[in-house]
């Protein structure tokens, strides 16, 4: 499962309708309006990023109203802390 934060950014006026089609989209977990350069937040999950990049170009880049999107991959914490790997294991390091 591929999970990834959409920023988009509006029309001027188009936020909220923008903010509620994109909550429509299937893959969408839910939207947000948000502050900034970019106006709404959207929060995706897909099989894989073949199917992201779908809902990215077909489904959010095509609702009317949004001008550009920024495509944020997340990971967990977890895995981004290394915590997935046995605790204790260690190379050993021999000089010379």
Do not use: N, W
């Not at 994109?22 to 929060?43: C, L, N, Q, S």
């Amino acid at each position: 499962m591929v999970h990834a934060y959409v920023l988009a950014e509006t029309r001027p006026g188009a936020v909220v309708k923008v903010s509620e089609l994109v909550a429509e989209i299937p893959g969408v977990r839910f939207t947000k309006i948000i502050t900034g350069p970019y106006d709404v937040i959207a929060a995706v999950e897909a099989e894989s990023i073949e199917d992201l990049g779908k809902v990215v170009l077909h489904g959010i880049r095509a609702v009317e109203g949004v001008t550009r999107t920024l495509t944020c991959r997340s990971a967990p914490a977890r895995v981004a802390s290394g915590a997935g790997l046995q605790s204790g294991a260690s190379e050993k390091r021999r000089d010379g």
